[in-house]
């Protein structure tokens, strides 16, 4: 099982900085098969970025993933309010798809 | 519109069963692989089971092997998620979620539930 760390854990930031959250796994992912969720409080996750660096229908481009291997990274360069929020990257390319411990981004 | 929407959560005893249903609308059902995803409360997610488009392929997460098991109905276009020996630990929202690619067993997930809260408690 692929293991993936996440960080940091929290986040502490201010509207209109830039955000850039790591994550790392145990094992080469294969195909570039790591995505990034977004979830708020009360919801469900929202798919942001799939094979590391596409874009998902409808996200803004503030939002961008790069990375490959075993070394990925979210970065949103210009916090809007409605992005504080905890995200998760998850790993598809082996069973089971695993998915980090989350990376909480809240105002500072 | 895509929509998932779960069912069948509760509370529940200790080594009781419960069946989670999903049912899903606005795309074609069965194209599409689909998981049951986690979440205790105040946790993070875990991936727990998927199913491929025609039942082909199916997978657990270690925690749940051999007392979950995921199923579909295509032509009712539903999933479900059967839940036996329940542990304190399985209490969680359980989400269903869709797989972005059609034909693929894995992927990432584009669509997801509002979740279904499963209690277990004595």
């Known amino acids: 099982e692929i293991v993936l760390t996440q960080s940091p854990g929290t986040l502490s930031l201010s509207p209109g900085e830039r955000a850039t959250l790591s994550c790392r796994a145990s094992?080469?992912?294969?195909?570039?098969?790591l995505a990034w969720y977004q979830q708020k409080p009360g919801q469900a996750p929202r798919l942001l970025i799939y094979?590391?660096?596409i874009r998902a229908t409808g996200i803004p481009d503030r939002f961008s993933g790069s990375g490959s291997g075993t070394d990925f990274t979210l970065t949103i360069s210009r916090l809007e309010p409605g992005d504080f929020a905890v995200y998760y990257c998850q790993q598809y390319g082996s069973s089971p798809g695993t998915f980090g411990g989350g990376t909480k981004v809240q105002i500072k | 519109e895509v929509q998932l929407v779960e069912s069948g959560g509760g509370l529940v005893q200790p080594g009781r069963s419960l069946r989670l249903s999903c049912a899903a609308s606005?795309?074609?059902?069965?194209?599409?692989?689909m998981h049951w995803v986690r979440q205790a409360p105040g946790k993070g997610l875990e991936w727990v089971s998927g199913i491929s488009w025609n039942s082909g392929t199916i997978d657990y997460a270690d925690s749940v092997k051999g007392r979950f098991t995921i199923s579909r109905d295509n032509a009712k276009n539903s999933l479900y998620l059967q839940m036996n020996s329940l542990r304190a630990d399985d209490t969680a929202f359980y989400y269903c979620?869709?797989?972005?690619?059609?034909?693929?067993?894995?992927?990432?997930?584009?669509?997801w539930g509002q979740g279904t809260l499963v209690s277990v408690s004595s």
């Open positions: 094992q080469r992912v294969s195909g570039s098969y």
């Open positions: 979620a869709k797989v972005r690619l059609a034909a693929l067993p894995r992927g990432a997930l584009d669509y």
């Open positions: 094979s590391a660096s």
């Open positions: 606005g795309f074609t059902f069965d194209d599409y692989a």
